[in-house]
Nanobody, 121 residues
Framework: QLVESGGRWVQTGDSLRLSCAVS????????MAWFRQAPGKEREFVAV????????DYADSVKGRFTLSRGNAENTVTLQMNSLKPEDTAVYLC????????????????WGQGTLVTVSS
């Protein structure tokens, strides 16, 4: 089970940290990723980290602004978001799979319910 938290309304340029709590199995079992979905748009890849956390990949739109971190001992994954823009407004979803280091949503078996981030201009 994946449970996201931390989403809220912020202003352009603000920072925000999202968390994803993993239960059932240790988070180090999984490749962990964040996706987002804005109203009326398709689900979009944001970031992914390998099981060990030594490899990561980011969408070009967030590279340099967002950082995915794994706290495997705490069974959590966080997404630190800096310099937020109105176009970052979306529901952010945590996802996991046991094998694939992937940008594709179809590679992920487990999903959280999402947490809403709204960035006001």
């Amino acid at each position: 089970q994946l449970v996201e938290s931390g989403g809220r309304w912020v202003q352009t340029g603000d920072s925000l940290r999202l968390s994803c709590a993993v239960s059932g199995r240790t988070s180090s079992t999984y490749v962990m990723a964040w996706f987002r979905q804005a109203p009326g748009k398709e689900r979009e890849f944001v970031a992914v980290a390998s099981r060990s956390g030594t490899s990561s990949d980011y969408a070009d739109s967030v590279k340099g602004r967002f950082t995915l971190s794994r706290g495997n001992a705490e069974n959590t994954v966080t997404l630190q978001m800096n310099s937020l823009k109105p176009e970052d407004t979306a529901v952010y979803l945590c996802a996991a799979n046991s094998q694939w280091f992937s940008r594709s949503a179809s590679s992920y078996d487990y999903w959280g319910q999402g947490t809403l981030v709204t960035v006001s201009s």
